[in-house]
């Protein structure tokens, strides 16, 4: 269980919620409340993405 403590440190933390709000950002900048929407899922499924890859990797 102690394999995942990872996650929640704070620069794992940080960096989701770093890409989730650059999605938003961008989405907000291309199309208002409807792309920053689509923006902060697509951050947050960059986001998942990397834990996984980080975690298959280690």
Excluded at 21 to 26: D, I, T, V
Excluded at 29 to 54: F, I, N, T
Aim: proline share 3%.
């Amino acid at each position: 269980m102690t394999r995942h403590l990872w996650l929640v440190q704070p620069p794992a933390l940080a960096g989701a919620a770093l890409l989730v709000l650059a999605g938003a950002g961008l989405g907000w900048r291309a199309h208002q409340v409807a792309g920053a929407g689509v923006g902060a899922m697509a951050g947050l499924v960059a986001a998942g993405a990397l834990a996984v890859l980080v975690e298959r990797v280690r």
